[in-house]
């Protein structure tokens, strides 16, 4: 016989008790079985762990000692326990999330905040992926969940539609174009156009290329940038025009107007996607959380968005869903 958890619980119960009665209540065991655990305890260490007598439980010098190393590998054990359990629970762990442009400037950081505030125990790894490596990552089980643009991307992937955008142009405060409520694609032929750069924004070069070719032209491109904030800031600057999708955080902005198209635009979905196999309890809470956030913050998409001030009418009236 090997010394079990039994004997450290009933060792550890008389020692802080030093009482047989009163431990043997606190262990809800009856008082004979707790003795001959107690003596079974002593024979397999080979030493004596109390005094006893009719009136008093004393612990010997060799039960001091013994007694610090007892809790402490009953404190690691429930600890063990708690641990496991939150591993289960999805309390604790990690978690690997892809990401594009479009996710981190809008959908992605309101996400995260709130999972790490519901689950701090919980390590997630964000990665800056295109929208084709986050979909291949996930099928190889390499990303547990991907904030990508491009349904087609996922049609064999369990997703949720995070929002979907309408294309819409973006000039500088002072262009020409703003004169207008609104802007025809043939308008654009001649301008010069600010992209996201072609090997990271391939889907929505592909996208825009397409919607402009359906008017006769593909966009003369003068400037690319790696992310949203250099394109929108390059048309701050001067540097040309853009297509980009229906954003509130650039709506917000003063020295950028955003037009509608007179021409129905595409709409661009942003999605995230998981694995269908992967059974994990932490992807499912995050996906939950992503409901929960999206759920909170879904607003009527628009065609048209944030022209000049003084056009606020005109914009209301351009208005369809």
Request: with cysteine; proline share 5%.
């Amino acid at each position: 016989m090997s010394i079990e958890l039994r004997h450290l619980r009933a060792f550890v119960a008389v020692a802080e008790e030093l009482n047989f009665r009163r431990a043997s209540e606190r262990l809800h065991v009856a008082q004979p079985a707790l003795s001959r655990t107690i003596r079974d305890l002593e024979d397999l260490m080979g030493v004596t762990l109390f005094e006893r007598s009719t009136r008093v439980v004393r612990l010997t010098p060799a039960a001091m000692s013994f007694l610090t190393e007892a809790r402490e590998i009953l404190d690691h054990l429930s600890a063990a326990v708690r641990n496991a359990q939150r591993f289960e629970s999805g309390e604790m762990g990690s978690l690997t999330v892809g990401f594009n442009d479009f996710a981190i400037n809008d959908a992605l950081p309101p996400i995260v905040m709130r999972f790490r505030t519901r689950f701090p125990n919980v390590n997630i790894d964000l990665r800056s992926m295109t929208s084709p490596e986050m979909a291949e990552a996930i099928r190889k089980r390499r990303l547990d969940i991907g904030f990508l643009t491009g349904a087609h991307l996922v049609g064999d992937l369990p997703n949720l539609v995070l929002r979907r955008d309408w294309l819409v142009c973006l000039v500088p405060r002072n262009h020409p174009l703003t004169s207008g409520s609104a802007v025809s694609l043939s308008q654009l032929a001649q301008e010069p156009f600010v992209m996201g750069a072609a090997a990271t924004w391939g889907i929505f070069h592909d996208v825009v290329n397409a919607y402009c070719m359906s008017a006769g032209f593909r966009p003369r491109i003068v400037q690319e940038a790696a992310h949203s904030d250099g394109i929108v800031n390059l048309v701050a600057a001067g540097v040309g025009i853009s297509i980009y999708i229906d954003a509130r955080w650039v709506r917000a902005r003063r020295d950028v107007v955003m037009l509608p198209f007179v021409e129905r635009p595409p709409l661009i979905a942003s999605l995230a996607a998981w694995h269908p196999d992967l059974k994990s309890k932490i992807v499912e809470n995050f996906v939950g959380v992503t409901r929960t956030v999206v759920a909170a913050s879904s607003r009527p998409h628009r065609r048209a968005a944030n022209v000049a001030p003084e056009k606020t009418a005109s914009r209301a009236r351009l208005t369809v869903r």
